[in-house]
T-cell receptor
Framework: SQTIHQWPATLVQPVGSPLSLECTVE??????LYWYRQAAGRGLQLLFY??????ISSEVPQNLSASRPQDRQFILSSKKLLLSDSGFYLC????????????FGSGTRLTVV | KNEVEQSPQNLTAQEGEFITINCSYS?????LHWLQQHPGGGIVSLFM???GKKKHGRLIATINIQEKHSSLHITASHPRDSAVYIC?????????????FGKGTKLSVKP
């Protein structure tokens, strides 16, 4: 069966510090991978998606970047965190066929102080 | 502009009540998703539908493509149903499999 792992679950980081959130998928190959963010009081927003190794598309210009060094690994990074980066970050995957359901990770709650 | 509107934003019910959450969207979709987010933040996909109706246990999801409207119903509600329910539309074209999310409906079921 397919599973998705996301870590850490919670993170408190000072402004200006770097960030690395990791997401891995098991039990499938060549998934579409996504990073979403949920800011306080707002809906989920797509940050990055990837359809293959090394292929990253960004939906929203920001202080973050993403990488996909392996087929089932998706990393969200920042060199210098801002207060506005605080939020709930979710990784998700789906198959590369249309209308296949999404599976979400458990999320990382990031607080930048 | 693609928008997904949910109503109500907040809903409090007594255990056993029948609950309806509504979702309206503005453009054609490839599929409509209903998600459940628990207080800890984790999200579970409940339904994905592009027409008609789906049922899973006490949960029923319906969609009317012509009216661009979907509903999520919970029969015989229970306190463990307390969560945020999120509607999301999948779009034709655009980002690969991208979803546009509503802001969610916070449901609290009292015993």
């Amino acid at each position: 069966s397919q599973t998705i792992h996301q870590w850490p679950a919670t993170l408190v980081q000072p402004v200006g510090s770097p960030l690395s959130l990791e997401c891995t998928v098991e039990g499938t190959s060549n998934p579409n991978l996504y990073w979403y963010r949920q800011a306080a009081g707002r809906g989920l927003q797509l940050l990055f998606y990837s359809v293959g190794i090394g292929q990253i598309s960004s939906e929203v210009p920001q202080n973050l970047s993403a990488s996909r060094p392996q087929d089932r690994q998706f990393i969200l990074s920042s060199k210098k965190l801002l207060l506005s980066d605080s939020g709930f970050y979710l990784c998700a995957w789906t198959r590369t066929i249309a209308n296949y359901g999404y599976t979400f990770g458990s999320g990382t709650r990031l607080t930048v102080v | 502009k693609n928008e997904v509107e949910q109503s109500p934003q907040n809903l409090t019910a007594q255990e056993g009540e029948f609950i309806t959450i509504n979702c309206s969207y503005s453009v054609g979709i490839s599929a409509l998703h209903w998600l459940q987010q628990h207080p800890g933040g984790g999200i579970v996909s409940l339904f994905m539908l592009s027409s008609g109706k789906k049922k899973h246990g006490r949960l029923i999801a319906t969609i009317n493509i012509q009216e661009k409207h979907s509903s999520l119903h919970i029969t015989a509600s229970h306190p463990r149903d307390s969560a945020v329910y999120i509607c999301a539309q999948g779009l034709y074209g655009g980002s690969q499999g991208n979803l546009i999310f509503g802001k969610g409906t916070k449901l609290s079921v009292k015993p």
